[in-house]
């Protein structure tokens, strides 16, 4: 099928396809599924502006349908969700004038392939680590009689996130939805500029930033991270998308042929997570931002679609 817009000729089975498989990614780890839609649209021979504009648009309906349903599981912090969009916004326009740049300089293809690849490998590496370590500690507990291991959202990084909470940085806010007596607001401003920078540079709702920075560096139970995340990359993939809209790099028609099968997967997916605990969620998430980095290297070395 040709798309004019962006003077492509993709399958639209291959375009609905892959936004069912982002749609239960997104339902179930509360991820826009940049890392794999980004890569997917730039094998078939999308240039990085267009995939990443364009992925933010289907994002949108996407996230919708997956934070109606967590909200209706009680995973979503609406007050978190709602500071963090202020910092997003301007993270998302600091990455779309970082891709313009890049467009005018005529390497925007090279420089996001070579970030995007460093950033899903760092963060996949990161979460193992972590996901692993918390798992042996639980099963090693069990082993020495230690009693039942807790079911809630134990972490082996909770000691350096609770050092963050710590930080004394007025005006200190208070999230009791998510079980967080005192944190400071520049902190949660922080983790969403960056979310929203890597969201406007890299597409998507930047999840795969955003969703572990909320556990690790917040404090948030993965569940409650999820389904806030989902909430907040409405507005931040929105606010990206009409950026990225008026600078030329949206295909709406591929967007909304993906949202076809997005809007059925993020169902799915957001039902699902009810059923795994923090720590398995978590690792489940790691293998998904190396399919992404495998597919941009793939494209990279080769300069072949798939």
């Given amino acids: 099928m040709f798309f004019p817009i962006s003077n492509s000729h993709i399958s639209p089975i291959y375009l609905a396809v892959i936004g ?8 179930f780890f509360g991820v826009g599924g940049s890392f794999i839609a980004g890569p997917a649209l730039r094998a078939v021979g999308l240039d990085w502006n267009f995939a990443v504009g364009t992925d933010l648009a289907h994002i949108v309906g996407k996230s919708v349908v997956a934070a109606k349903r967590h909200r209706a599981l009680g995973n979503v912090d609406l007050k978190l969700g709602l500071i963090m969009a202020i910092g997003t916004m301007g993270g998302a326009e600091v990455g779309a004038q970082l891709i313009q740049m ?8 090279s420089v996001v392939s070579v970030v995007s690849i460093a950033i899903y490998v760092s963060i996949s590496s990161f979460m193992i680590w972590e996901a692993w370590r918390t798992l042996q500690y639980q099963k090693k507990r069990r082993g020495k009689g230690g009693g039942v291991v807790p079911k809630g959202d134990e972490s082996s990084f909770s000691h350096r996130t609770r050092a963050i909470q710590g930080l004394k940085l007025w005006p200190m806010i208070s999230l009791p939805a998510s079980g967080v007596k005192g944190i400071s607001l520049w902190v949660i401003i922080a983790v969403s500029f960056i979310g929203g920078l890597f969201s406007g540079f890299l597409g998507g709702g930047a999840g795969y930033i955003r969703m572990p ?7 948030i139970p993965t569940h409650l991270a999820v389904g806030t995340d989902l909430f ?3 507005i931040s993939a929105s606010y990206g998308t009409f950026s990225h809209a008026i600078k030329g790099n949206v295909d709406i028609l591929i967007a909304l042929v993906m949202h076809t099968g997005a ?10 997570t009810q ?4 720590p398995k969620i978590r690792l489940a998430f790691v293998p998904l931002p190396l399919i992404g980095a495998a597919i941009v290297i793939y494209t990279l070395m ?3 679609k798939l």
């Fill in 20 to 27: 069912f498989l982002i749609g239960v990614l997104g339902g």
């Fill in 102 to 109: 890049l467009k005018r300089a005529g390497n925007v293809n």
């Fill in 213 to 219: 920075m909320l556990v690790y560096v917040l404090g």
């Fill in 232 to 234: 907040e990359i409405i």
């Fill in 263 to 272: 809007a059925i997967g993020a169902q799915i997916g957001a039902i699902s």
């Fill in 275 to 278: 059923y795994f605990t923090g």
């Fill in 302 to 304: 080769t300069g072949h």
